[in-house]
């Protein structure tokens, strides 16, 4: 997550550590003291430099809510735990990553790769169409073929979600 030009304090809003904190999994972002023991053992960070855990949490706190939450890099997180563990001020960072994509996706920030497995699953009742292709390979390795799906069900669970409008407005809601 990069910022680009100058910030204005008029961008910053210092209630949003404090929502991030009500979410069920952030309650522990407040103990963050930067040592960036997160950033040294995420798996995902060897791979994607952008990702910086520490960047993340000190955004959040710092009150740059819309950075953080149209942020691709906030949807990198494995959920693998190995920041949480390490952490020495007992900081659950999978939680508190959890915690603010739920609020990008309460705001609407939802990033393309989950609208389009969200709409996979809308179409098909999967995140893949399954074929007979699928059935033949699965009877090549003496599986059973894939049980059909209830469509009309998948498609109630997903209006009752409220899961419907992510799959069909742009990113950001714009």
């Given at each position: 997550?990069?910022?680009?030009?100058?910030?204005?304090?008029?961008?910053?809003?210092?209630?949003?550590?404090?929502?991030?904190?009500?979410?069920?999994?952030?309650?522990?972002?407040?103990?963050?003291?930067?040592?960036?023991?997160?950033?040294?053992?995420?798996?995902?960070?060897?791979?994607?430099?952008?990702?910086?855990?520490?960047?993340?949490?000190?955004?959040?706190?710092?009150?740059?809510?819309?950075?953080?939450?149209?942020?691709?890099?906030i949807w990198l997180c494995a959920s693998c735990y190995s920041c949480t563990e390490r952490c020495p001020q007992g900081v659950r960072l999978?939680?508190?990553?959890?915690?603010?994509?739920?609020?990008?996706?309460?705001?609407?920030?939802?990033?393309?790769?989950?609208?389009?497995?969200?709409?996979?699953?809308?179409?098909?009742?999967?995140?893949?169409?399954?074929?007979?292709?699928?059935?033949?390979?699965?009877?090549?390795?003496?599986?059973?073929?894939?049980?059909?799906?209830?469509?009309?069900?998948?498609?109630?669970?997903?209006?009752?979600?409220?899961?419907?409008?992510?799959?069909?407005?742009?990113?950001?809601?714009?």
């Open positions: 997550m990069e910022v680009k030009e100058p910030l204005r304090t008029t961008q910053l809003d210092p209630k949003f550590k404090f929502e991030v904190a009500q979410m069920p999994g952030g309650e522990s972002i407040k103990y963050c003291f930067q040592c960036g023991k997160c950033t040294a053992t995420c798996p995902i960070r060897r791979f994607e430099p952008a990702y910086k855990p520490t960047h993340i949490v000190r955004a959040t706190l710092l009150g740059l809510r819309e950075n953080v939450l149209s942020s691709d890099v999978t939680d508190v990553m959890r915690a603010i994509r739920n609020l990008a996706v309460r705001e609407g920030h939802v990033h393309p790769f989950y609208r389009m497995q969200g709409s996979a699953i809308a179409t098909h009742g999967r995140i893949f169409k399954a074929d007979e292709f699928i059935n033949e390979m699965r009877a090549n390795m003496n599986l059973p073929p894939l049980p059909p799906v209830n469509r009309k069900e998948i498609s109630t669970i997903l209006r009752d979600m409220e899961v419907n409008k992510f799959l069909t407005t742009e990113r950001g809601g714009e």
